[in-house]
């Protein structure tokens, strides 16, 4: 195992970083990278050192080597989101394909990255995903906001999500595309516009990864309830109730 720790200092100060590679040369690129950047950085080379790490030393982010000699990262995130650890994830992959980037993320990753790639678009993603989970916390004296429509109810404050009182576990990115959708009830949301609040940029104009995430989080809602996510074919998607449980036309 080769761990190495930094004083952090700038903008990443405080914020601990996993870096799981089993190539040597790219482990200790980032791991150098990260340190010089601020972030206070452990690596591991192996599923099973990133485990044990991420239980004991929980970092604020993990990135993520897909093919690891004992395992996969897709694997290790599963089994993270299993043990309800939602520690946000950068999948780094040799995989170019748009349905592998799609896997990656469906198993609840939050970004991706492929060989070979440039240190500051690593950098780059790692800020944008330590921005939209919240990292550094916000003020304690700031009032949380809590979202709610029909018996759907979500706290940003505690991240808890709620359905007829019962809670739903979600993954960061699937509670953020919760919020958005929720922000704006009723209203049917186009995905460019999804992908641009809820990842802050898109995904190379594919939108296919904002179907994904809508297909997680509608198996979690609306599992053992009347469907609250709906698609609408050819724009995007709408947080409204069936329309045979809406209000009756008047007329």
């Given amino acids: 195992m080769n761990d190495q720790h930094t004083t952090p200092r700038g903008p990443s100060a405080g914020h601990k970083v996993l870096v799981v590679e089993d190539d040597p040369s790219i482990r200790t690129l980032l791991t150098s990278a990260l340190s010089a950047a601020g972030y206070t950085v452990t690596s591991a080379a192996t599923g099973q050192e990133a485990m044990f790490q991420a239980g004991s030393r929980p970092p604020d982010l993990i990135v993520l080597d897909v093919m690891l000699p004992d395992t996969d990262g897709y694997r290790i995130t599963r089994e993270l989101r299993a043990q309800g650890v939602y520690t946000p994830v950068l999948f780094l992959t040799a995989r170019t394909e748009v349905e592998d980037r799609i896997i990656g993320l469906s198993s609840g990753g939050d ?133 045979d449980e809406a209000a009756p036309d008047a007329s």
């Fill in 111 to 243: 970004d991706y990255v492929t060989k070979p790639f440039h240190v500051q678009e690593v950098l780059l993603r790692i800020r944008a995903i330590l921005r939209r989970t919240g990292l550094p916390a916000t003020p304690a004296d700031a009032r949380p906001t809590v979202l709610s429509y029909a018996d759907l109810t979500l706290d940003e404050g505690s991240h808890e999500v709620r359905r007829a009182g019962h809670p739903v576990r979600l993954s960061p990115t699937e509670f953020r595309l919760l919020a958005c959708l929720m922000a704006h009830p009723e209203r049917v949301l186009e995905k460019g516009d999804i992908l641009q609040e809820v990842w802050r940029y898109g995904f190379s104009g594919d939108t296919r990864i904002v179907d994904t995430y809508v297909k997680n989080v509608r198996r979690k809602i609306d599992r053992d309830a009347p469907a609250l996510l709906h698609t609408v074919r050819g724009v995007g998607y709408c947080l409204r109730l069936p329309r």
